[in-house]
């Protein structure tokens, strides 16, 4: 959990990481910026349900417009949002 704002380095990382190749790790860098960890839910082994809500923390919705801006990530993984700021997505491992 990280009660900073994510700096516009951190947030250009996760505009450009390639979300085909590596999922999870875009994933697991977002999960040590994001404040509210109790709003960021990963169940699953082989396939990810990823619940993320922003609990209205600004910082959040700006790491949720980020991920929006990692166009393969939005188009591959997202599957719903719901007004109030919450969002899943559906994220099935890469084997390496």
């Known amino acids: ?3 900073e704002y994510p700096t516009e380095e951190e ?3 996760i505009r450009q990481w ?3 190749k590596d999922p999870m790790g875009l994933i697991n860098f977002i999960k040590g910026l994001w404040n ?3 709003y960021f839910v990963v169940k699953g082994k082989r396939v990810i349900t990823l619940k993320l809500s922003t609990g ?3 910082g959040n919705e700006d790491i949720i417009e980020a991920l929006r801006r990692n166009q393969m990530f939005f188009l591959l993984y997202w599957q719903s949002s719901v ?3 919450h969002y899943y997505f559906r994220v099935e491992k890469v084997k390496n």
């Open 36 to 38: 509210y960890p109790e």
């Open 1 to 3: 959990m990280s009660e």
């Open 18 to 20: 390639d979300a085909v």
């Open 83 to 85: 007004r109030g700021g």
């Open 11 to 13: 947030l250009e990382k």
């Open 56 to 58: 209205g923390w600004s």
